[in-house]
């Protein structure tokens, strides 16, 4: 017999007729303990997704900026509706507005917003909406015109939400909300200016979140579509075909559906606002390590996730072929040129 099988009859027998039963408050011990574990890594896994108290627009301050025109005026308007007391920020001079350029000078935008704290109280919610876009391709758009997306869009969102920061933090409530685009979740051919200002927000957002969550202050970030407004009809003037092709896939929303959208979401505390069935899966999609503000979001996402990469891979295939095709297009074209 081998030693190590004369080792195991042994353990066997002296755990058959001797005392087995001596382990078994150990054993009870190890059971009780995984469940401890069990539960507290419950509690960790779920302790993210617990829902903010949705925020009382009844009677709140909330700051608009980029409010004179499209989707921020509609945003303004559904606050008001809701009861909110609304200061509208943008260069242009119209019903109770404050006139500033958000993207310049931080100490003006501040004393703009302590002139609004001044008329209407504390700030309860932000909305940084002043924003513009430019599209062509990349070696076509002007050098400077990154810098100023940049200062416009990323910038202009930085200062206004540093400004309300310090009261939000004091009285331990409030939301911002910043207006990206799904433009700010893929890299779109004709956007190499304007998406990397969109996708600056996203990062924004998440560090800012982490930091204000034990202070309540939630932070939303809004993903449209294309959306029928000024802005959107000036940009129209000159895109370039594949920029309009490849967007038309998610279509044009109204601004009117994206503020009311938006505002549920920022009054929820959600961090992630989308619009559209191709909205929702390019968040679920993107998703990362952005926070969750509810159970059903988090399940949602874990489920989704592989289906909508699937679907993905045929979007992309198809803003492939746009591509070559308007390429192929262009140069035949400039091919006959030359002929005649
Ligand atoms: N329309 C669309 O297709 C989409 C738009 N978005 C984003 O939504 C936001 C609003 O877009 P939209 O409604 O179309 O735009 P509009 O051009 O219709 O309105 C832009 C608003 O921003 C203000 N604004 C622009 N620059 C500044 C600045 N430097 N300082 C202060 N205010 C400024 C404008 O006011 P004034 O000129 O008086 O300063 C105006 O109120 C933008 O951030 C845009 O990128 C996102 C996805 C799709
Ligand atoms: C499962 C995966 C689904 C993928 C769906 C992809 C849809 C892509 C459409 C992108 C549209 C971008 C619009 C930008 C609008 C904008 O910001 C400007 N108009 C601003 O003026």
Same mark, same amino acid.
């Given at each position: ?125 932000l909305v940084n909406c002043a924003g513009t876009s430019i599209s062509g ?10 810098k100023k997306m940049m200062e416009v869009n990323y910038l202009g969102s ?22 990206s685009s799904q433009g700010g979740q893929i890299g779109l051919f004709g956007?190499?200016?304007? !998406? *990397? ?5 996203? %990062? +924004?957002?998440?560090?800012?979140? #982490? ?78 390590? !952005? *926070? ?5 979001? %988090? +399940?949602?996402?874990?489920?989704? #996730? ?35």
């Open positions: 017999m081998s030693s190590e099988k004369a080792l195991g009859s042994a353990l066997s027998h002296w755990l058959s007729f001797n005392s087995w039963w001596l382990l078994l408050p150990f054993i009870m011990l190890l059971v009780v303990a995984a469940f401890i574990v069990a539960f507290v890594l419950l509690l960790y896994m779920i302790s993210p997704l617990i829902s903010p108290k949705p925020l009382k627009l009844n009677g709140a301050h909330v700051v608009v900026t980029g409010g004179s025109s499209g989707i921020g005026k509609c945003i303004a308007m559904e606050c008001y509706k809701h009861g909110a007391f609304i200061t509208l920020v943008a260069r242009d001079e119209v019903v109770l507005c404050i006139s500033v350029d958000v993207s310049k000078d931080y100490s003006q935008v501040e004393s703009v917003i302590k002139q609004a704290q001044e008329k209407l109280g504390p700030v309860d919610m391709k990349f070696e076509e758009v002007e050098v400077d015109r990154f930085v200062y206004p939400t540093r400004a309300v920061i310090t009261t939000m933090k004091e009285r331990r409530m409030g939301r911002i909300m910043f207006v956007y190499t200016a304007y !998406s *990397p200002s969109k996708f600056a927000l996203r %990062g +924004l957002a998440e560090a800012l979140q #982490m930091e204000m969550k034990p202070y309540n202050i939630y932070v939303t970030v809004a993903y449209p579509p294309d959306t029928d407004t000024p802005g959107f009809a000036e940009e129209n003037k000159n895109k370039p075909l594949e920029t309009r092709l490849i967007s038309e896939t998610s279509g044009v929303c109204q601004p009117e559906q994206v503020a009311k959208i938006a505002v549920k979401d920022a009054v929820q505390g959600n961090f992630t606002s989308s619009f559209g069935p191709d909205g929702y899966m390019l968040s679920a999609l993107t998703c990362g390590m !952005s *926070p969750v503000t509810s159970i059903t979001e %988090g +399940l949602q996402q874990i489920v989704t #996730m592989g289906l909508f990469r699937t679907i993905a891979l045929f979007y992309l295939g198809s803003f492939d072929s746009i591509v070559r095709r308007c390429m192929i297009q262009r140069e035949q074209s400039k091919a006959a040129d030359k002929r005649e």
